[in-house]
């Protein structure tokens, strides 16, 4: 049996756990920030910069965490004696909990709702779906892979122009699979496809088919090197496609100062996510996965390890206490915001989002080293 260097797998995880920490922010905002919507892409008018970068910053998220679900499952496969088969079959077995989770204690979390009237297919029913596809595209050749997952991150958007109406044959899966939109199930039930996964099952198969830069007998250069050029070759193409404004996104335009002209410029869709909010996303978290194999960084980035080490655990528990934290403030405060109760200020979410990272670092590190130390207890790692 091979094993993975354990310095390669910290890098893996002080990004898992960065991007972790933007989503609590990204959280934050949607919990105590409602009074001032955000939509998608941006009103680049309308938003305050300040509210557009916290935003923006969030966008790292999805991407680059679905990314290392792909990468994680080659680790996988290279470290068991039955390779891609195992990777197979785990990536199966947890795409369907996630599913299952995301339809259950994920929604019960955002809505309080029991039993639901509207079911939210977000971002861990995109992954579980991404891993049910990657369980059976990971047989192909590792260049079909590659192609596999360019076509479906750079061609999908050739086909926003089709959509269907709720009712049409094929609405449905449509709806799953490209057009974000509402699904009506009837007896009051309704299920909204936030995540559209074929993007997405583009990204898991590229993290999947760059899984040989992390082998064994891949040196550490060569290594550094990939992460470093595809990076930066991805956002220089970012900015060509974008500076074009021809393909790849919804155009930007020059606005009245040169801050909201780049904002508009990076105001990049990510429902579902533009092949330039691919690039920009992607490129971002290759140069970060290459920055963070620097020895210097190792000690300062350890509680970003340790949260990425179990972000199951971290997503939950958060949701959960947002949640609780929310009724808490209207049964206290009310609702200040008209229909909400928020904050005031911006900042306000920074400062409770450090509060919210301190408290929920403990018990997350402590879940972390029960799964490490616990390696017989196979139901620890679908966490």
Known sequence: MSSVPRPRLTSIDQLRGMVMLLMLLDHVRETFYLHQQVGDPMNVAETPPVLFVCRLLAHLCAPAFVFLTGLSAWLYASAQPRGRAAASAFL????????????????????FQLPPHTLYLQVIWAIGLSMLALSAL????????????????????????????????WHALWAVLHQRDWIVLGDGLRLRTTYPVVPWIGVITLGYAIGP??????????????????????LAVFVLLRALNVYGDTPWQSMDDALRTAMSFFNVTKYPPSLLFVLLTLGTGLLLLRLYE???????????ADIGAAPMFFYLLHLYLLKALYLLA???????????????????????????????????RAFARLKARRRDLAWLRYF
């Open 213 to 234: 830069w992390y082998g064994r007998d891949t040196p550490t250069d060569t290594r550094h090197a990939w992460l470093l050029r595809t990076g930066l070759a991805a």
């Open 138 to 169: 990971l047989w192909l050749p590792r260049a079909a892979l590659l192609l596999t997952g360019a076509v479906l991150v750079a061609g999908h958007n050739l086909l926003d122009g089709l959509r269907l109406a709720s009712g049409e044959p």
């Open 294 to 304: 620097q020895p210097a960084w190792a000690r300062w980035l350890t509680p970003l």
């Open 92 to 111: 199966f077995k947890r795409g369907a909990f996630l599913i299952v989770l995301e339809l259950t204690l994920v929604n019960f979390a955002w809505t």
């Open 330 to 364: 209207v049964a206290i405060f009310g609702h200040n915001q008209g229909d909400y109760y928020g904050f005031g200020s911006v900042w306000a979410l920074w400062l409770a989002t450090a509060l919210l990272a301190v408290a929920l670092y403990l018990p997350t």
